[in-house]
């Protein structure tokens, strides 16, 4: 039995050291960073799916900022009245700022400065897959 199983396990224990190996560290906008004027729904639609436990990094310039807000409501109206401030102006600049994805949730990205967000473009949001999805 145990020679029979062999195989399974062994394939089960080199999956989950694949699946381990996949998070990824992921700088959002790529070489073009968080700034306005690049479309990040676009740039989210072709880098998904982002998984639990990926990291997405943020390198911006002053005077961006990194809101989550709470939801599709005030994500589609820019409101960022209930909404949680990750990182402010300063904390773009060198390695950026890093947020892991670590629940199974949606989480909307907008920067509020200026039209930043209302303008449509310097917004997305990001559903991260369980990695046995
Ligand atoms: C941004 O990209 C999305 C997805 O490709 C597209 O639907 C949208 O029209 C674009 N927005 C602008 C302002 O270009």
Redesign the pocket.
Known sequence: MAFKHGPFLFLAVALTLVMAAQAKTIVVGGSENWRPGF?????S??NSPFFINDKLVFKYEQPHNIYLLPNLYSYIKCDFSGARLLAGPNNGAGDGFGIVLSQYRLYYFASSYGKDCS???MKFFAMPLPRWA
């Open positions: 479309n990040y729904t676009d740039w639609l072709k303008d449509g473009l």
